[in-house]
């Protein structure tokens, strides 16, 4: 069983468009964090979100932090090519000790 | 400021080999956690070290094996290599664990072929 789920599994938009890629869970997590991934390299942390509702924008990115801590959203306004990638989220659960349980991922191609 | 160091970058070994992978923390980080990722999949986490102990393991096999060095840097060791242990090996480091959002950065990452 999977204990974060990611949605959509698969996105491919054209460029200018918005999206929004879902992270949920039915446990509770102290942090979560988002990372974008390129083929063949480590993932590169994009944000991290510690309290309960807490919003964070990183340029044309919106992340979300849902107030029991159990899921999170991302959404990117006005894609362009440079944000394709694989998309994942990442959480720490209380007393995890900074061990990370990673989504499904979100691979997403935005095209011109 | 140097991030995370992993090497090697690519390797190719046989069924059955051993082989071993290094990795530098980002400067300041004490703490070093390997994944490993399957392609199309997202890590799993293989174990964490602090302070040259293993605090926690996922469920991998004994054949994964790893140590911490005083310098806080890391290595992972694999023995008796199967087809399915191919993947991208990779490093994270972080400050002393704890739950308060600390930041966790990744390496780029070593690509194990089994053949």
């Known amino acids: 069983t999977q204990l974060l789920e990611q949605s959509p599994q698969f996105l491919s938009i054209q460029e200018g468009e918005n999206l929004t890629v879902y992270c949920n869970s039915s446990s509770v997590f102290s942090s979560l964090q988002w990372y974008r991934q390129e083929p063949g390299e480590g993932p590169v942390l994009l944000v991290t979100v510690v309290t309960g509702g807490e919003v964070k924008k990183l340029k044309r990115l919106t992340f979300q932090f849902g107030d029991a801590r159990k899921d999170s959203s991302l959404h990117i306004t006005a894609a362009q090519p440079g944000d394709t990638g694989l998309y994942l989220c990442?959480?720490?659960?209380?007393?995890?000790?900074?061990?990370?349980?990673f989504g499904t991922g979100t691979q997403l191609k935005v095209e011109l | 400021d140097a991030g995370v160091t992993q090497s090697p970058t690519h390797l190719i070994k046989t069924r059955g080999q051993q082989v071993t992978l290094r990795c530098s923390p980002k400067?300041?980080?004490?703490?070093v956690s390997w994944y490993q990722q399957a392609l199309g999949q997202g890590p799993q986490f293989i174990f964490q070290?602090?302070?040259?102990?293993?605090?926690q393991r996922g469920n991998f096999p004994d054949r994964f094996s790893g140590h911490q060095f005083p310098n806080y840097s890391s290595e992972l060791n694999v023995n008796a290599l199967l087809l399915g242990d191919s993947a991208l090996y990779l490093c994270?480091?972080?400050?002393?664990?704890?739950?308060?959002?600390?930041?966790?950065?990744f390496g780029e990452g070593s690509w194990l072929t089994v053949v």
């Open positions: 990442a959480g720490v659960r209380r007393g995890g000790g900074n061990k990370l349980t």
């Open positions: 994270a480091s972080s400050k002393i664990p704890d739950d308060s959002g600390n930041t966790i950065y």
């Open positions: 400067s300041g980080h004490d703490t």
């Open positions: 070290y602090y302070e040259e102990e293993e605090r």
